[in-house]
């Protein structure tokens, strides 16, 4: 049994939670207009999904693992038209979409969190599976 069994998959839980509830808050105060507002809530219930996967079944942790990472990527990668905006916005700027950049920027944050906790995993899976 991997020692980040534990804490990396209850963290992928816990933000894969905090992702749907940001996907919904947003799509929510965006007075149900928008739906893609809601993508941080399908890249959340999969990553949540995953996570459970891994943190009850041991064989399949790397997979998840890789899983996560994977989903944390594309999450980053998706998300990072939206800095120009968040920086507008934090530095007291105009913007078209205030949540919109609030939504992006914490799914930048949320999802390199996930893909430290991903790399951890497999790091900690590949030094007990080496001779």
């Known amino acids: ?22 996907g919904v808050g947003a799509y929510t105060l965006s007075d149900f207009v928008s739906s893609t507002a809601l993508i941080p809530a399908f890249f959340g219930v999969l990553v949540a999904i995953l996570s459970v996967a891994g943190y009850r079944q ?15 990527v594309l999450g980053v990668a998706g998300s990072t038209r939206g800095i ?7 530095t007291g700027g105009a913007v078209d979409s205030p949540i919109a950049a609030v939504s992006q920027g914490v799914m930048i944050a949320v999802c390199l969190v996930l893909l430290v906790a ?14």
Do not use: N
């Open 1 to 22: 049994m991997s020692s980040s069994r534990p804490s990396a998959f209850i963290l992928g839980i816990v933000l894969g939670i905090a992702l749907v509830v940001l």
């Open 58 to 72: 041991t064989d399949r942790q790397r997979l998840a693992a890789y899983g996560i990472g994977l989903l944390a």
């Open 84 to 90: 120009p905006d968040l920086i507008a916005l934090l």
């Open 118 to 131: 991903a790399v951890q995993v497999i790091r900690d899976q590949r030094s007990t599976t080496s001779p």
